[in-house]
C-alpha cells in the first residue's frame, strides 16, 4: 500500500521558520514528480513546489509558486524516501493545511493538483503575527 505521510507542521512566528517532511511508502518514486500543495481556511487548494528529479547530484528540477519564492525551498532524500519543504520568514498568509502529493505519470502541468494521484493526510501550519 502507497503511503505519504507529512510531519513538521505546527505553530510559528511570522518570520520564523517550520520544516515539514513527507515520508513514503509503498513503493519507489525515483523517476516521479512530489510536490506540495496547501489549503487555506475557506480556499482552494494551491500549488507551493515542486520536484521532478530521477537520481544523481543535481538535485532534479524545483518549481515554486511566485508567493514563495526565496522563502521555501523544496529537497528530497532519495535514501530516506522523504521530501522536503523547509519554510523561512513565513508570514500569516503561509497558515493552511500543507499536504504532500506525487505522481508518477503527469501529463499536464505539476502545477495542478489533479495531476498527483498520490496524496498525504495533511499536516496544519499556523503562523501568527
Known amino acids: 500500500q502507497v503511503q505519504l505521510v507529512e510531519s513538521g507542521g505546527g505553530a510559528a512566528q511570522a518570520g520564523g521558520s517550520l520544516k515539514l517532511s513527507c515520508a513514503s511508502s509503498?513503493?519507489?518514486?525515483?523517476?516521479?514528480?512530489m510536490a506540495w500543495f496547501r489549503q487555506p481556511p475557506g480556499k482552494e487548494r494551491d500549488f507551493v513546489a515542486a520536484?521532478?528529479?530521477?537520481?544523481?547530484?543535481?538535485?532534479?528540477?524545483?518549481h515554486y509558486a511566485d508567493s514563495v519564492k526565496g522563502r521555501f525551498a523544496i529537497s528530497r532524500d532519495m535514501r530516506k524516501n522523504t521530501l522536503y519543504l523547509q519554510m523561512n520568514n513565513v508570514t500569516t498568509e503561509d497558515t493552511a493545511v500543507y499536504y504532500c502529493?506525487?505522481?508518477?505519470?503527469?501529463?499536464?502541468?505539476?502545477?495542478?493538483?489533479?495531476?498527483?494521484?498520490?496524496w498525504g493526510q495533511g499536516t496544519q501550519v499556523t503562523v501568527s503575527s
Open positions: 509503498g513503493r519507489s518514486f525515483s523517476g516521479c514528480v
Open positions: 520536484n521532478t528529479w530521477t537520481g544523481g547530484n543535481s538535485g532534479g528540477n524545483k
Open positions: 502529493a506525487a505522481s508518477c505519470d503527469v501529463t499536464g502541468s505539476v502545477y495542478l493538483w489533479h495531476v498527483y494521484n498520490y
